[in-house]
């Protein structure tokens, strides 16, 4: 892989901005030379087309949802609708500066104010903020919520978060950034929350339990409303992780279990593109006894007009620079218009049925560690599948059959795990090649072993040196061995 | 056998060579192979006082970090800096070259309780 | 649905395959009384051609930008955006792919991220550079926060004339995290007042160019911290002429990444910048990409001391942050190679000269005068003889946007007007907004 750095470092092709129109000054008599800058970065100067066609090439040796099914468990890669983009883009949008007076952008305002309503509706919550940038600041902003809801209860000794064994990591690190610390409460041999254990875990330290819904075998849990009702009755808060939302989205709602707060992820949930890490959006939605603990500036309607409100004295304040990633809640809003009710039943709908079928036509061939009727995605085990076959060499070996592999190693309690998501996007064609791939694949695991550990072939580059990247990182350009 | 017969050893996979109340203290064999091709390992500072049980050091491999804990209460009085800049011997040489911390203990009788070599590898069979 | 392939005999195809008669039942195990509270939004199915003509709508009452001229700043910027940018960043390959865990599918990411990073320690004179944090504020939070870690002291010190965006910011994750902050004033020239500098830190911040768009002197600074790490908040495209903050000494460098061809979009999605030294590698936050070679010894990219990390040390990792900005970190690196270093230069230039031309003419007027006497990049603060609402409120009918009064007077500079000038103002918007103030 060429960088841009290994292209020649020569003179400025210019051409982008225009000359100077007012009489020139000069840096040296502008700025003192102690703040000037002595040497120049060293930023190629390229051609326009030898820009163009290197950042081309790099697009050519990436894989997106545009280039085929993925279905990486817990990640929601569904179809981005193109519409998104160009609406994103319409200049009154993507010009608006956040710190214009609120009468010059009220179509913004407006939008943001909409679109958290809907938020709260399919939360079935009574508030939203729409400030966290991504689904784990989500979670921070929440546990910042529970910090301060039992701060001004006067419960500071509640400083402990239950987490089922089954978390993103992204939880346990939120509840410790946001003060807390984490105790992990083992799920059942069902795969879902013992009672038992909860009972026993739950006491007056506990401020909270963070719940993934369904959780991320993908199994609901069905005594989600025995567990809600224990914890609140010992007098703790039920945060719930939205990254799976896609399961039961247009049919029930985290507000209903009884969810005090929930985040969304509108970059899975809801259509907004993941672009290749971020930006995301991750709104929370809070019951009444949270509203006034949410993040400042809030956005209210009078008549109407659309305002911020800094007004809410007990808030925790800003988590973001301004309100969110509205370029991303626009997107998210567009797909809500375009979806309607019927399109949100039938992406639930679709989404639990091919991962139902999946997971049928899959545990013939691979060990089904927790067998029963499945949300929006389950987990296989590559264990045992031939003699020194892991998770790993199977998900490589799905790359030379043109697939994006699904998760891998994750959740930790299934052993060489194999968490598939397909989305409602997929259609059963697309299911069914899979299916036939990761049979070949069980085979070829058995007979020609060789074909797994030595994948990918056909990539542009074969396996790489990890444990080279992480012993020497090489973190930046090596100018100097040029 | 692959581990040493004069060393002493925790179910959390550690190593102990005590020689009065001096004790290296290392991760075995089973333990490096379990972790993989470790890239990075975080030592205490010469001094540092420690508990039975607490964190010691940290050894990492690309997707995973074990954590090492102090098998006897003890201050620290010498670590192997050789494995800032080569990692690695661990996984070469887990029982010499590769020691991590020397302490030294406060109660050596908290050695009693380790097991011997024999005992480590029935423990290891009966995984 | 237009986004959903599978056909009604598919879905009974499969249903069949699973046993089910009816995808009622795929939902069994969610409690009936859970089912039976559930309300709709009350959203019918619209087209996509009717969904267009929603936003269209919407839009239009987005008034802001219609034929008006921005000053407004305060870290966000109206510089102008090659056509190149859009057009790599809308090449789906790129904004339809997830974080790149396998990197032999994602070298396109990776190649980038790889480019991000090291184009973040040239401007900055930094070590190693993360991929990115959410946005400049966010990513100062994560700073202080790390400063903490290394430390092991509970008390950080801010510049008062950091962007009240984000002090804010860092307020609340400084309460979480049970760290103290202390303000730092300025001085009559408007530069942070390191004389009664308070012992037993984690960490300085400050910011340049700051609020007032006054360029700090950073040489010294460092010396007097003792083991407080110095972190310092900076604009990138500053970074054309000014020096570096790395050759100061500086242990973190923080910046927002907006100016680098990122659109304002009401204030994001935006690009957190993060640098900091190779000694504490181990403690950034954030995703990095390394170069390494493939099973054939070819060069190629993937992410490394993941162990930092959420997804592997869990309640231990150094932060929490999963998602970050790629694609906003892509735009920034296709926008500065776009430019390369001489045009970057030619930008900081432009954006120099154009601001002191107006700051100039402006305290030429009667009464008008530079709020701070110390050198600045292209955004300063001029204290006005006249109410400065009703001055923004006249120059506003004339399509022409400041930033209000109000967030410099929080900042105890009164009757303060502050102005961004980039290189997309041209002489006859400057003149013009001279002559207006002229008539006042």
Redesign the interface.
């Known amino acids: ?1 060429n ?3 290994d292209h020649k ?1 020569a ?4 051409g ?3 000359a ?6 000069g ?1 040296e008599k ?3 030379s ?5 040497h ?7 051609s ?1 087309p030898e ?2 066609r ?3 090439h ?10 085929g099914f ?1 279905p ?1 468990g817990s ?1 929601t ?5 193109k ?1 998104n ?17 609120e ?6 305002l ?3 104010y909409e679109a958290s309503r ?1 938020l709260c ?2 939360a ?1 919550l009574v508030e939203v903020t729409l400030q966290p ?5 989500g ?2 902003c929440g ?2 919520l529970v ?1 301060r809801y039992f701060e001004k209860r006067g419960e500071e000794k509640r400083k402990r978060i239950l987490l089922p064994d089954s978390a ?3 939880n ?8 807390f ?2 105790t992990e409460i083992p799920s059942g041999k069902d795969g879902m929350i013992n009672l038992a254990t909860l009972e026993e875990a739950l006491d007056d330290t506990v401020a909270a339990i963070m719940l993934t819904v369904p959780n991320t075998l993908g ?2 849990e ?1 005594r ?2 025995e567990v809600t009702n224990m914890v609140h009755a010992a007098g703790s808060l039920c945060y719930f992780d939205g990254a799976n939302l896609n399961a ?1 989205l ?4 985290p507000g ?2 009884g969810a005090d707060i929930f985040h969304f992820n509108l ?1 899975k949930t809801l ?1 907004a ?10 709104p929370i939605a809070v019951a009444q006894s949270l509203v006034d603990f949410l ?1 400042v500036p809030r956005i209210v309607k009078d008549e109407n007009r659309y305002r911020f409100d800094w007004n809410s004295p007990h808030s ?13 809640i ?1 997107k998210a809003y ?1 797909y ?9 039943r ?5 989404a ?3 991962a ?2 999946l997971q ?2 899959l545990k013939q061939t691979y060990p089904l560690p927790y067998e ?2 499945c ?1 929006h995605e389950f987990v296989l085990s590559g264990k045992g599948l031939g003699e020194g076959i892991s998770a790993l060499d199977i ?2 070996r799905l ?1 030379d059959y043109g697939f ?2 699904p ?1 891998i ?2 959740p930790l309690i299934v052993p060489e795990a194999l968490m598939i998501e397909p989305t ?7 299911l069914d090649r899979f299916i036939e791939a990761m049979e070949r694949i069980a085979a070829e695991a058995k007979e020609n072993p060789r074909l797994l550990h ?1 994948a ?1 072939q056909y ?13 020497q ?6 100018f100097d061995e040029r | 056998m692959t581990h040493p017969t004069q060393f002493r050893y925790t179910k959390e996979h550690e190593w102990v060579d005590l020689e009065g109340n001096h004790a290296k203290v290392g991760i075995t064999e089973h333990a490096q192979g379990e972790l993989g091709d470790i890239v990075f390992v975080e030592l205490p500072t010469v001094g540092t006082d420690v508990k039975k049980g607490e964190n010691l050091a940290t050894v990492e491999s690309i997707k995973a970090v074990g954590d090492v804990y102090a098998p006897m209460s003890g201050t620290v009085v010498e670590v192997n800096t050789q494995l800032e800049s080569s990692p690695e011997t661990i996984n070469q040489d887990p029982h010499g070259a590769g020691w991590l911390v020397i302490l030294e203990v406060s109660d050596p009788s908290e050695a009693d309780s380790f097991l011997d070599a024999p005992s480590y590898e029935q423990y290891l069979s009966e995984g | 649905m237009r986004y959903i392939a599978n056909t009604g005999a598919d879905r009974r195809a499969m249903l069949a395959a699973i046993g089910l008669s009816s995808l009622e039942e795929l939902f069994h195990d969610i409690p009936q009384e859970v089912k039976d509270r559930f309300q709709p939004l009350e959203l019918t199915v619209r087209s996509e051609m009717e969904v267009a003509q929603v936003l269209k709508e919407l839009v239009t009452l987005n008034s802001c930008q219609q034929s008006s001229i921005s000053f407004l700043g305060g870290g966000v910027y109206d510089h102008y955006i090659p056509s190149v940018v859009s057009h790599i960043t809308s090449r789906s390959e790129f904004y339809t792919a997830y974080t790149p865990y396998q990197p032999e599918l994602s070298q396109g990411t990776l190649t980038t991220m790889f480019e991000f990073q090291t184009l973040v320690c040239e401007l900055t004179g930094m070590e190693v550079a993360n991929a990115s944090i959410y946005d400049g504020a966010s990513a100062l939070a994560e700073g202080v926060l790390m400063a903490k870690r290394i430390v092991g002291n509970g008390r950080v010190a801010a510049a008062q004339s950091l962007f009240p965006h984000y002090r804010r910011v860092l307020d609340t994750y400084c309460w979480a995290a049970g760290i103290k902050v202390i303000e730092i004033p300025y001085t009559n020239a408007g530069t942070c007042d390191l004389t009664a500098l308070p012992q037993d830190l984690s960490s300085l911040v400050i910011q340049t160019p700051n609020a007032f768009g006054v360029i700090e002197e950073l040489k010294g600074v460092k010396e007097r911290l003792k083991d407080a790490l110095l972190i310092v908040v900076t604009n990138p495209i500053s970074l054309g002429i000014l020096a570096p903050p790395g050759q100061f000494r500086a242990d973190i460098v923080i910046g927002e990444g907006q100016p680098l061809g990122i659109p304002a979009s009401f204030g994001g999605p935006f690009l957190g910048l993060f640098a900091t030294r190779e000694r504490y590698l181990r403690q950034m936050p954030g995703r990095l990409t390394a170069q390494t070679v493939d099973a054939e010894g070819k060069i190629g990219y993937t992410m490394a001391i993941q162990t930092r990390e959420q997804h592997i040390r869990r309640e231990r990792a150094t932060s929490n942050i999963c998602t970050n900005s790629q694609l906003c970190a892509l735009a920034a690196t296709v926008y500065l190679a776009s430019l390369g270093a001489d045009g970057l230069h030619e930008l900081a230039t432009l954006n120099l000269e154009k601001a002191h031309y107006l700051a100039q003419r402006i305290t030429a007027l009667p009464g008008y005068r530079l709020a701070f006497e110390a050198p600045f990049f292209n955004e300063f603060a001029v204290r006005v003889p006249t109410d400065p609402q009703a001055i923004r409120a006249r120059l506003k009918e004339e399509r022409i946007l400041l930033d209000d009064p109000r967030f410099l007077s929080a900042l105890g500079a009164p009757n303060t007007l502050r102005f961004a000038v980039t290189e997309k103002r041209t002489k006859d918007e400057l003149d013009r907004l001279v002559e207006l103030l002229e008539a006042m």
């Open positions: 892989m960088t841009i750095f470092l003179k400025g092709v210019g982008l901005l225009p100077l129109d007012v009489p020139e000054q840096i502008l700025i003192p102690s703040l000037r800058r002595t120049a970065p060293r930023i190629p100067n390229l326009e820009l163009v290197h950042y081309t790099l697009s050519k040796v990436n894989y997106g949802i545009d280039d993925y990486l990640c890669m569904k179809y981005n609708p519409i983009e160009d609406l994103a883009r319409l200049p009154g949008f993507a010009n608006a500066h956040p710190l214009a007076d009468d010059l952008v009220q179509g913004s407006k939008l943001l809907y509706r399919i079935g940038a991504a689904g784990a600041h979670e921070l546990m910042f910090k993103h990591g992204t346990p690190s939120s509840a410790t950034i946001a003060g610390s984490v199994i609901f069905e989600i409303l039961f247009g049919r029930a709602r209903d279990m970059h259509s593109p993941h672009g290749g890490g971020g930006p995301g959006s991750g993040p925790i304040g800003c988590i973001h620079s301004f309100y969110g990633n509205f370029g991303v626009l567009a809500l218009l375009l979806l309607g009710d019927t399109g949100l039938e992406v639930s709908e679709n639990v049925l091919n139902n079928y049928e036509s029963r009727l949300k998900a490589k790359i994006h592999p998760t190693y994750f409602e996007c997929e259609g059963k064609e697309t030595e990918p990539t542009p580059v074969r396996r790489l040196d990890q444990t080279r990247a992480a012993r990182p090489i973190l930046t350009y090596p």
